[in-house]
């Protein structure tokens, strides 16, 4: 891989670089190459506007690659995968952005069979994988764990969930998946379900106040978004409201963010079975829906979304759940393969 | 009762009440009542100190209703020390006292961050686990004080003293 600058026409002002492949060639604003340059991904708070649309439009670029044309643009370069906690889309998403980008993967394994087992600190086990890899994915069931871990690696880190805390990579493919077959701005989305213990929902709902969204956070009473969560979307200017019952907003909203009640968050399991099954979209729900709606959802579903909901032209689940491979080759071509 | 006017320039003591001036030290005052044992846990004072610490609790007070003054006797604390009581006794004053006369006085202010004196109140915060990393506190308001752990970025806004190192 060879890279470069194309002038704009004016002397000393460079707009677009270029990424020359053995195959094709990519152009994108030189700003994007740089910003990421040995930073870590750990919370989308510390994202601003301009950096999510770069990512965001690099993530476009590498669609392709992300479809199987080859590529070795992160060819010598090697990712190490630390999941601490069970995990399947985004193991094996990272995984697959690596592998078509021409780079490699180390993966940690079963903690039981690693030097965790033994009572290693997660940061003397970040310092000694950092030696061995370009970047780190770590997924930890402690909040912050992405962040310690960002103190003592030498080498970037992507934070793939720290317990009920952050999953910025999942929000990133999320508004991929909102920008492609929606639209971002003045969007009008219902986050429905788990909103106090998901945190999908509370870094999706902030990187959506960047863009002006008009939020609507349907769930059980006991399952509401935070309120330091909903005190900071209220501070940025976005209206929010919040409702029980999902049949009042289905009709008109643009985007319909469906989320699992997470058994494996609750403290007390009666609390848990209280709740689950809340909400069960079908398509009869849907009858009435604007033509343009989108459904989402992180996956894994349980009951939330009945499977005659997969064949309307509205189940976009499965489509975003494969956008999470251009949004992570994206970063990783940022933070670890945008240097000349 | 005339006002009692001590050595080391603290106007409001009642005389009752007055401890002894110290000759040199720090003095505290203005701490909001009830807080003066808090403000020794942030100080790190404990009861196996060599230091000769005095402390006054809810005295009558102009300023506060009930105030609390902590005088430690030949330490002057430093500027990052005092500024962390902020935390629970924003009001407070500091007095350096150099042979019975106060050389210097001050009032808190909290920093930007603070380090080590408040836990997070997070069960699941990687802070509150065994790894070699100090609690961590950005302080995202002073009046009144709010707290956003640098780890989980969890807020914490009341309950401070419950959570002091």
């Given amino acids: 891989m060879s890279l470069g600058f194309r002038s704009s026409g004016m002397a000393g002002d460079p707009t677009v670089f270029l990424i020359i492949s053995r195959r094709s060639i990519i152009f994108f604003p030189v700003e994007m190459a740089t910003m990421f340059k040995k930073r870590h991904v750990l919370s989308m708070r510390e994202f601003s506007r301009e950096e999510i649309d770069s990512v965001l439009d690099l993530a476009s670029s590498l669609e392709p690659f992300a479809r199987g044309k080859k590529s070795d643009m992160l060819a010598g370069k090697i990712l190490a995968l630390l999941f601490f906690e069970p995990s399947t889309r985004t193991r094996m998403s990272f995984e697959t952005a690596m592998k078509r980008l021409g780079g490699g993967v180390i993966n940690l394994g079963p903690a039981e069979g690693s030097s965790i087992s033994k009572g290693e600190s997660l940061a003397d086990t970040v310092r000694v994988i950092g030696g061995y890899a370009d970047a780190l994915v770590i997924r930890h069931p402690k909040e912050g764990s992405a962040r310690l871990a960002s103190e003592f690696s030498p080498v970037p880190v992507l934070n793939a969930g720290d317990g009920a805390g952050h999953h910025p990579t999942q929000t990133l493919l999320d508004l991929y998946t909102i920008k492609k ?20 929902v509370h870094s999706l709902a902030y990187a959506l106040s960047l863009y002006g969204a008009d939020i609507t956070l349907v769930s059980p009473l006991s399952l509401r978004m935070p309120e330091p969560i909903k005190s900071d979307l209220s501070s940025k200017g976005t209206r929010v409201r919040e409702t029980c019952d999902l049949n009042e907003v289905v009709n008109n909203v643009d985007v319909l963010y469906m989320t699992r009640i997470q058994r494996e968050r609750f403290p007390d399991p009666v609390e848990y079975k209280k709740v689950a099954s809340s909400y069960r979209l079908t398509p009869e729900f849907l009858a009435n829906a604007r033509k343009n709606l989108i459904i989402m959802h992180p996956l894994p ?14 189940a976009r689940y499965f489509q975003q759940s494969f956008y999470g491979v251009p949004v992570r080759m994206a970063l990783l071509k940022m933070l670890i393969g945008g240097g000349a | 009762m005339a006002e009692a006017v001590s050595r080391d320039g603290l106007r409001d003591e009642p005389r009752e009440l007055r401890v002894k001036p110290i000759k040199n030290g720090t003095v505290i005052d203005h701490i909001a009542g009830g807080q003066a044992l ?82 997070c109140q997070n069960p699941n915060c990687i802070s509150n686990t065994s790894e070699p990393i100090k609690s961590r506190m950005l302080v995202k308001a002073k009046n009144p004080v709010l707290l956003r752990c640098i780890y989980c970025e969890q807020p914490l806004t009341d309950r401070l003293a419950e959570y002091l190192i």
Avoid: C, Q, W
Wanted: overall charge negative; aromatic content about 2%.
């Fill in chain 1, 181 to 200: 077959d929606s639209r971002l701005e003045d969007l009008s989305i219902a986050l429905v379900g788990d909103l106090k213990y998901g945190r999908t």
């Fill in chain 2, 38 to 119: 808090n403000v020794l846990k942030i100080l790190g004072i404990s009861g196996t100190t060599d230091a000769t610490v005095s402390v006054v609790m809810n005295v009558e007070s102009g300023k506060l209703d009930k105030k609390d003054i902590v005088k430690v006797e030949d330490r002057e604390l430093k500027e990052d020390e005092v500024n962390r009581i902020a935390l629970i006794a924003p009001a407070a004053t500091i007095n350096i006292i150099r042979d019975y006369k106060v050389v210097e006085k001050r009032h808190v202010d909290l920093p930007g961050e603070i380090v080590s004196v408040v836990r």
């Fill in chain 1, 301 to 314: 579903r349980v009951d939330e979304i009945a499977p005659a909901v997969d064949a309307t032209f509205h």
